[in-house]
């Protein structure tokens, strides 16, 4: 039963419905049923994509790092006095 995002064609007014199965959709401003479906991106939040970006983050981080102990080296290296 997903939720709905719909535009009236009568008095330019934009809301969100629940819909359960076959109900008709009315405006809830004028009640008019001339609507407009919109298209609307999900929210999504989910575990896995947490865990996706977190392992990414960390993949990064690791190589970060590995360039920071590489340029300190060379440094090291060339300022040995």
Do not use: W
């Amino acid at each position: 039963m997903p939720i709905y995002e719909y535009l009236c064609k009568s008095c330019e007014t934009n809301f969100e419905l629940f819909v359960r199965g076959e109900m008709t959709v009315t405006c809830p401003s004028c009640e008019a049923t001339e609507l407009e479906k919109l298209i609307s991106s999900p929210s999504v939040h989910s575990t896995s994509r947490k865990a996706m970006s977190m392992k990414a983050a960390k993949k990064r981080d690791v190589a970060q790092g590995k360039d920071r102990m590489n340029e300190q080296r060379k440094y090291e290296l060339a300022h040995n006095d």
